[in-house]
Nanobody, 126 residues
């Protein structure tokens, strides 16, 4: 069992930055790919970023590439999402997710992720 708790959301002006953090419980954190997804009002949840088990590989949605950076600390069981140059269209609830320990087929596919946090709200004003 893995529990995920996100923090760091809030209200920021366009062009600003926020750093989201996700604290994970359990002993299997380093064995799991970790991801961030988001869901804007009235829209489906979408992939934002993912990071490999070691942290050596990262993956991003085209909409955030170059602005967001995902990182992890396996010693502290945390994964973070640094968000720069925020835009109003980045407004959403952001969710941390832990993938199944088995080999992934696609980092961006929700079904690959076994555990989800409750989400943290990010609002970007224009």
């Amino acid at each position: 069992q893995v529990q995920l708790v996100e923090s760091g959301g809030g209200l920021v002006q366009a062009g600003g930055s926020l750093r989201l953090s996700c604290a994970a419980s359990g002993r299997t954190f380093s064995s799991r790919v970790m991801g961030w997804f988001r869901q804007a009002p009235g829209k489906e949840r979408e992939f934002v970023a993912a990071i490999s088990r070691s942290g050596g590989s990262t993956y991003y949605a085209d909409s955030v590439k170059g602005r967001f950076t995902i990182s992890r600390d396996n010693a502290k069981n945390t994964v973070s999402l640094q968000m720069n140059s925020l835009k109003p269209e980045d407004t959403a609830d952001y969710y941390c997710a832990a993938a199944h320990v088995t080999t992934l087929i696609s980092y961006s596919r929700e079904a690959e992720y076994e555990y989800w946090g409750q989400g943290t709200q990010v609002t970007v004003s224009s």
